[in-house]
């Protein structure tokens, strides 16, 4: 219901619920700072950016964020569209008000002409097609694809690119589906207004730095492609703060509740130890720079300089190059987690722990070859030695994989080693009975997430069967 007060200078729009009315006043609109009615908020008329009513919704843009109201939210079924009248109405009678009105219909033919999302499916439908190949190939597709410290300084360029494309838990795809939304979501933000090719600058920047700072920080395994997702985040916070008034209303988050989110990211990145949080913080630095460099001549524009072609065409080409490599790498004539495993054996800096992962998963795998057993123990010796026989972890990995090799009485004495260290671990004692003959050979204990080290160890905890940090 809508009622213009006897002197003209209110004008009044109900809301159901308890949420307080719409009200126009002679200098502004007062209205809910939420959708669900909650909260009050003042908009001055010269602030106002946008209006746009849908078959579902009202949204009213603002300088200083955007606001959303459902169409069921009003008293009347109309009554959004004769909100945005009344207001269009009243702008149009302030100093200045024609001039703002151009703006708003120059906003609204934008919105009108927006571009698809041709980088964002893109992306997506590689990573989806990558995650179809782990199920295929198996363990082989993350060895040659993660990034790793160590490997990218010893000549695997590649796995900058590739690190971005994988991710972890393929019987579990929780992390997948999450980036994916993610990717889309926020992708839909951005390339609608930037276009595919300034997106593309976005999302290569992202990616890059999203493992510079993961090599930085010292991760030794990282995977995911939530660095670009951040990345995405950071373009759009920089869309919202320095170019609200250039966008439509509808392609905006408010911004309290994309603070709100970005605020509730860094809380599980402090919180959760597998995720990899300084790959999000160093791809969301490089999606709101790249993003500031991009719109430094407005977001919209006919066509897009030479420079920004040529730089999208690098991200598409170095890209393509790097699925290439690794897809030549996986095709040689020997097991690549043969090959994989040996060089890592020898490789100087990789961490302890990388090593120790990488052989626990091939011992536990069920379906590996002598040959890469073998392998595995020569990843398990360095990583013995390198932790000078004080974890019990990576003792307990060289003893699985000497049982598997038919040698019980060096499994037997290496197990021994790992109970003295960690005594009150019952998973030390069942892996002693299963050496023995007291439990059968293939009924392995279930093992502990993080595997206890004692206080001299090099590491509070090792990871066993994870795919290291995710991103």
């Not at 994309?258 to 860094?266: P, S, T, Y």
């Not at 996986?330 to 097991?335: I, K, M, R, V």
Request: charged fraction near 20%; proline fraction near 7%.
């Amino acid at each position: 219901m809508s009622f213009e007060a006897r002197d003209g200078s209110h004008e009044s729009f109900g809301l159901r619920g308890n949420a307080r009315a719409i009200v126009l006043d002679a200098d502004g609109v007062h209205h809910p700072a939420s959708p669900q009615g909650r909260g009050q908020a003042y908009t001055p008329y010269e602030e106002i950016t946008h209006l746009a009513a849908s078959a579902r919704n009202l949204w009213l843009g603002a300088r200083r964020s955007v606001y959303l109201f459902t169409r069921r939210a009003f008293d009347d079924p109309n009554g959004p569209e004769a909100l945005v009248h009344a207001l269009l109405a009243r702008i149009a009678r302030r100093p200045g008000g024609p001039e703002q009105l151009a703006r708003m219909r120059a906003i609204e033919r934008s919105g009108r002409t927006l571009s698809g999302l041709r980088a964002t499916w893109a992306l997506a439908g590689v990573c989806l097609a990558v995650f179809v190949l782990q199920f295929w190939l198996g363990e082989a597709v993350l060895e040659v694809g993660y990034f790793s410290p160590a490997l990218v300084m010893d000549g695997d360029l590649w796995r900058i690119v590739t690190a971005n494309l994988i991710h972890a838990f393929p019987r579990f795809p929780l992390h997948l589906v999450l980036n994916l939304a993610g990717l889309i979501v926020l992708g839909s933000f951005v390339e609608r207004p930037l276009g595919a090719a300034r997106t593309t600058c976005i999302i290569g920047a992202s990616a890059l730095a999203a493992m510079a700072a993961s090599g930085l920080v010292g991760y030794v395994r990282v995977v995911g492609v939530s660095g670009v997702v951040f990345g995405l985040a950071g373009a759009v916070l920089w869309l919202e703060l320095r170019h609200a008034e250039e966008l439509p209303a509808w392609l905006r988050i408010p911004r309290r509740a994309l603070i709100v989110l970005l605020l509730i990211n860094a809380a599980f990145m402090a919180l959760i130890p597998l995720i990899a949080g300084a790959a999000h913080v160093g791809g969301f630095a490089a999606g709101l720079v790249t993003a500031a460099a991009l719109t430094r001549g407005g977001v919209q524009r006919r066509l897009d300089p030479v420079w920004i072609k040529g730089a999208t065409a690098l991200v598409v080409g170095v890209a393509v190059l790097a699925m290439a490599t690794a897809a030549a790498e996986l095709a040689g004539e020997t097991s690549y987690r043969v090959r994989h495993s040996e060089r890592l054996a020898r490789l100087p800096g990789v961490s302890p722990f990388e090593l120790n992962d990488r052989a626990w998963t091939i011992a536990i795998a069920g379906d590996s070859t002598r040959e890469e057993i073998e392998a595995a123990l020569l990843l398990a010796e360095r990583a013995v030695r390198d932790t000078r026989r004080k974890s019990p972890a990576v003792l307990d990995t060289l003893a699985e994989i000497h049982f598997l090799l038919g040698s019980p009485e060096q499994a037997i004495a290496l197990i021994d080693e790992a109970i003295g260290q960690a005594p009150n671990v019952p998973y030390y004692r069942e892996q002693r009975r299963r050496f023995t003959g007291e439990r059968a050979p293939d009924d392995r204990p279930p093992e502990p997430l993080l595997m206890p080290a004692p206080r001299s160890a090099p590491d509070p905890a090792v990871p066993r069967g994870e795919p290291g940090l995710t991103v």
